[in-house]
């Protein structure tokens, strides 16, 4: 493949809800191209985008990756994104390196609540768009529907390029307005152009004057014009499509069948035709490196020798064994052998110039977001990507001792590849915490962890750090005595137990009230460490007891038998002895959780929050017909909040949680924790 100069070059994101057909579209696109002698099918498993064993698995992309497509003398960097939504951070991570994108719809669906989020993604990157209303060859279609369906969701800017010759099963072509030609697909990759089905005149002469009425506005001059009555070249027309469309003004919509190959080739003329090139879409924060080469890693990905580094250039010319200095870190890097990637296959390259993608094995200290340099004075960071932090969470167990061992080395390759996952310990449970985006995200990632290092993870929910607490006063008696020959055990205390306020700032007091050395000094501390202990244990559910202050008011000892150790007994004794009496409670952590949502959806998330034991706490208005819900939840209901949400909004929705504080826990389900406790308790001394 030739080095294209930046003004040839055209970067642009593939998004949609998943199933749309993004992937089917650069298989044709490809094939059209010439890049491939074979039409690829996802349906089939031979698609060329799609090579993981997990995404062929499940005929969806699972990963953000750039396939290049040559055609008409520039090259089209097509960036494929997940549409499945636990996959969000692939989709930003696409669009953070993309200059414009290609939003794909079905002609089925048309506006689906994928299209709808990550509509909002190129939103926040002002990326300009055009649309493509996909699988028209199918049954139960309509081009008019698709179209009505995209304004009614994003408004008048959208706007018909072209219209379908033929419906459903005979859709074979497309009229472009702007030249008022027609083209049918017929036998591969052949394009006709033929003449205009009379049918279609007067719907064709309907959708040109929208079409040139709102991409005026983009320029005054042909504005004017056009209001008086001048009649505008097709040349005219063009350019201010092409202002309109990267301008955002304008959003242009498309026909097409990825899967019949109808289409595809109108779409990339138009792709080179309107969208922007690198050299017109500079982003603010690259002005900073000037001449210097800037490189932006946007994806990272295990390889059996290390890890393969997916980087954007944004300025310079990157060459083969370039040294270049990582901005965040100052780490000194060696760009060995560069590559520009084809899927699953790689092509050397010597040199990737600005605007154009490449890839690097072997990075060893650049992850994911970073920004290199081959200037070591510029300490300015090209924007990283904006990803989501993860809502719902699970703990890990390894099968087998083999897997225990691996399990470290694994996890850390899988955060190298998504940014989106994190892994911690709970301090309290000793459980291994594996957070993402969902329950497939984790699902997926807990296979791909077993088929690419041999480690087999179990997954179950995360255990509740509940805390026990009492409600009243009690005075109790602890007393250890064993005599066994020779020096025996002999210890003996009275203790006082009583509740602390809940918002203490110390969850534990102990009190030394002993008055004539009834217990000598140096046995005290033992029985502080026995009730520090039992407090550790639990006595009702197994989890630490908090707010709790006891004091030593009196007690015996044995000159010869007693000990610390017989004292530590004799306390622990005591509070076995007292906790029952003193009205013991559990106690639950509290989340505040804010929740995003439409607006339509707002009296089902309530009521849902209810049934969870939530109180909703309050709800604010935002933009777009969204609101947010703030409420107090126990943790222990939302565990699976990410899927339960998902389910409510149709995937709309979102939201974040912290801790906010303890709080007592209904006697119903109080019994049932407790139940559940001496269950697992029986079970483990059979």
């Not at 199918?138 to 369906?149: K, V, Y």
């Not at 460490?529 to 039992?534: D, M």
């Not at 202050?549 to 000990?563: I, M, N, Q, R």
């Not at 208005?621 to 389910?647: C, F, K, W």
Request: aromatic content about 6%; hydrophobic content about 35%; overall charge negative.
């Amino acid at each position: 493949m030739k080095v294209y100069p930046a003004e040839h070059i055209r970067n642009v994101a593939l998004i949609s809800h998943v199933g749309a057909g993004k992937t089917s579209l650069i298989d044709a696109a490809l094939y059209d191209s010439g890049a491939v002698t074979r039409h690829g099918k996802v349906d089939e498993g031979t698609s060329v985008v799609d090579y993981d064993p997990e995404e062929l698995k499940r005929r969806m992309s699972l990963q953000v990756k750039a396939l290049p497509v040559e055609w008409d003398d520039h090259k089209i960097n097509f960036i494929d994104t997940p549409g499945y939504p636990d996959f969000v951070g692939e989709v930003k991570a696409g669009l953070r390196v993309a200059d414009a994108a290609l939003v794909v719809v079905t002609a089925e669906k048309g506006v689906e609540v994928g299209t709808e989020l990550t509509w909002q993604y190129a939103n926040e990157r002002n990326l300009p768009r055009i649309v493509l209303v996909n699988k028209l060859d199918r049954e139960n279609t309509s081009f008019e529907q698709a179209l009505t369906s995209l304004r009614n969701q994003f408004g008048s800017k959208i706007v018909p390029l072209q219209l379908p010759i033929g419906e459903q099963a005979s859709f074979n072509g497309v009229v472009d307005l702007v030249t008022q030609k027609g083209y049918t697909f017929e036998g591969g990759n052949s394009v006709q152009e033929v003449s205009v089905p009379s049918q279609l005149e007067e719907q064709i002469a309907t959708y040109r004057e929208q079409l040139i009425e709102a991409a005026v506005e983009s320029d005054d001059a042909i504005m004017e014009k056009f209001l008086e009555g001048e009649t505008l070249s097709d040349e005219e027309i063009n350019d201010v499509i092409k202002k309109g469309t990267q301008s955002g003004t304008i959003i242009p919509v498309l026909c097409g069948s990825a899967s019949k190959n109808i289409g595809v080739q109108t779409l990339l003329d138009t792709i080179v035709n309107y969208l922007p090139s690198p050299l017109e879409a500079v982003a603010e924060d690259v002005s900073a490196f000037g001449d210097n080469v800037s490189a932006f890693i946007f994806k990272t990905t295990s390889a059996q020798a290390g890890t393969i580094s997916s980087f954007r250039v944004f300025s310079g010319t990157l060459k083969s064994d370039m040294h270049l200095t990582n901005v965040g870190t100052g780490a000194d890097e060696r760009m060995s052998q560069l590559t520009i990637q084809h899927g699953k296959t790689q092509e050397p390259a010597t040199e990737i110039p600005s605007g154009d993608f490449g890839a690097v094995a072997k990075l060893s200290n650049t992850h994911t977001g970073d920004t290199l340099t081959s200037s070591k004075e510029i300490t300015t960071s090209i924007e990283p990507i904006n990803l989501p932090l993860p809502c719902y969470t699970v703990a890990i167990v390894p099968h087998s001792q083999a897997d225990l061992d691996k399990m470290s080395n694994a996890l850390a390759r899988i955060i190298e590849e998504d940014r989106t996952i994190r892994v911690s310990r709970d301090p309290e449970t000793a459980e291994v915490l594996l957070s993402g985006m969902g329950e497939t995200h984790i699902q997926i990632l807990v296979e791909s962890i077993k088929r690419k290092y041999s480690v087999d993870l179990q997954t179950h929910d995360q255990r509740i750090s509940y805390r026990e607490t009492i409600r009243k006063k009690v005075r109790a008696n602890g007393r250890h005595k064993r005599q066994s020959g020779g020096h025996g055990q002999f210890g003996d205390v009275w203790l006082e137990i009583e509740p602390l306020p809940r918002d203490s700032e110390q969850p534990f007091v102990f009190e030394d009230k002993i008055v004539g050395g009834v217990v000598p000094g140096q046995f005290i501390p033992g029985v502080e460490k026995g009730i520090r202990e039992s407090l550790k244990r639990g006595f009702i559910s197994g989890h630490p007891m908090v707010y709790v202050k006891v004091a030593l008011v009196d007690g015996k000892y044995h000159p010869v038998d007693s000990s610390a150790q017989s004292f530590e007994v004799a306390a622990s004794l005591g509070m076995q002895e007292g906790v029952p009496q003193a009205n013991p409670v559990l106690l639950e952590p509290i989340m505040n959780v804010t929740i995003e949502v439409p607006e339509q959806n707002m009296g089902d998330v309530m009521s849902d929050i209810n049934t969870k034991r939530g109180h909703v706490m309050g709800m604010e208005s935002l933009e777009n017909g969204m609101q947010r819900i703030t409420a107090a939840v126990p943790q222990a209901e939302m565990l699976h909040y990410a899927t339960d949400l998902r389910s409510i909004t149709q995937g709309r929705g979102s939201f974040s949680m912290e801790f906010s504080q303890y709080a007592e826990v209904p006697p119903n389900v109080q019994q049932e924790i407790i139940v559940s406790h001496k269950k697992q308790e029986e079970a483990a001394h059979k």
